[in-house]
């Protein structure tokens, strides 16, 4: 039986999310930390002007954008060690977490750390895999 041979424009139904998922996992890898970031923000940016009326998501989204704008700004310069520039501020938002009362008040404070949580390992995957 000869091999079966997939081109991107034509994907077996069974296999189509597989599929798609290895060709997005290789287009990230290919990418670099930065085009990544930029990409999240058009993106971000996108769904933003989709979403008319105010939600947690928007907040979020808006948020996100500011992050990503904040460590692209800060990649810029050398002399700043991004990631742990980037744990810092995590530790700074969970010190602010334990010390809310309110889970209405700590729910922004948890989208901001999981937003960064993800900033971390996209822009820092690489340092963590020296170690």
Not at 69 to 85: H, Q, R, S, T, Y
Not at 112 to 127: A, F, P, Q, T
Request: hydrophobic fraction near 40%; charge should be negative; aromatic fraction near 4%.
């Amino acid at each position: 039986m000869p091999p079966l041979i997939v081109s991107t424009n034509l994907i077996l139904p069974l296999f189509n999310r597989l599929c798609i998922l290895n060709v997005h996992q290789l287009n990230l890898i290919l990418m670099t930390a930065e085009q990544i970031l930029l990409q999240e923000i058009e993106e971000s940016k996108r769904w933003l002007g989709t979403q008319e009326e105010e939600s947690t998501y928007r907040r979020d989204l808006r948020k996100r954008i500011e992050l990503l704008n904040w460590v692209l700004e800060n990649m810029k310069d050398p002399g700043i060690k991004i990631c742990a520039l980037i744990e810092s501020r995590m530790n700074n938002l969970i010190d602010k977490i334990n010390e809310t009362d309110s889970i209405i008040e700590a729910d922004p404070l948890n989208s901001e750390l999981r937003i960064l949580d993800w900033i971390l390992h996209v822009v820092c995957s690489n340092e963590r895999k020296k170690f």
